[in-house]
């Protein structure tokens, strides 16, 4: 059985930033791109970054602008989020999922998906 499980975060004032983790188990990770979307109240779940299955090319939404670094360890089973300078439009709910063979930016050709964890940027 296939499982993301997201970590790291939070409520974090504004210029602020976290690091957000995705633990992935039940596949061959190093087999799978990953990437990371969003998705705020009321609004679609957008892409924010991937990467490729040996973490030598990333993606990034225009957005990060530069914020935002993803990585992954494939001895660990985990990619991970970098945020930076954070604003109160990057509140959302950051999910994290796995592509087999490759990475996209389009959240329909993810196979799977973790449940999410919530980044709340105050004022």
């Known amino acids: 059985q296939v499982q993301l499980v997201e970590s790291g975060g939070g409520v974090v004032q504004a210029g602020g930033s976290l690091r957000l983790s995705c633990a992935a188990s039940g596949l061959t990770f190093s087999s799978y791109g990953m990437g990371w979307f969003r998705q705020a109240p009321g609004k679609e779940r957008e892409f924010v970054a991937a990467i490729s299955l040996s973490g030598g090319i990333t993606y990034y939404a225009d957005f990060v602008k530069a914020r935002f670094t993803i990585s992954r360890d494939n001895a660990k089973n985990t990619v991970y989020l970098q945020m930076n300078s954070l604003t109160p439009d990057d509140t959302a709910v950051y999910f994290c999922?796995?592509?087999?063979?490759?990475?996209?930016?389009?959240?329909?050709?993810?196979?799977?998906w973790g449940q999410g964890t919530q980044v709340t940027v105050s004022l």
């Open positions: 999922a796995a592509r087999r063979s490759g990475t996209s930016r389009s959240r329909y050709e993810y196979e799977y």
